[in-house]
């Protein structure tokens, strides 16, 4: 089980986009995940009339670490740390370590 998945809304901790937040696409290998609306750089693409895609410069984004970004507590409004617990029906669950709220119920 991981600590961040996709759809998990989050903060940016450090670099660039300090402080923004998005929501998750796509958690890809190596502890790199796709948030929409951060890390975005503008990039230029070779039109292709074959498939219909037009040339320019398009704005993409790229995929950030995930220790630099934080899960988002609705409760204190920040980004916080996430551990693991185990419920009494033995399920395995994500929890907020400030809190103590679980994440997934």
Known sequence: MQK???????IV???KDKGKSGRVTQVLKENKVLVEGINQVKKTQKANPNTGVSGGIIEKDMPIDIS???????????????GFKFL???RKVRYFKSTNEVVDA
Request: proline share 4%; hydrophobic share 30%; net charge positive.
């Open 88 to 90: 009494e029906d033995g």
């Open 68 to 82: 630099n970004i934080g899960l988002y507590n609705p409760i204190t409004k920040k980004a916080d740390r996430i």
């Open 4 to 10: 961040i998945k996709k759809g998990d809304d989050v």
């Open 13 to 15: 901790r450090v670099g």
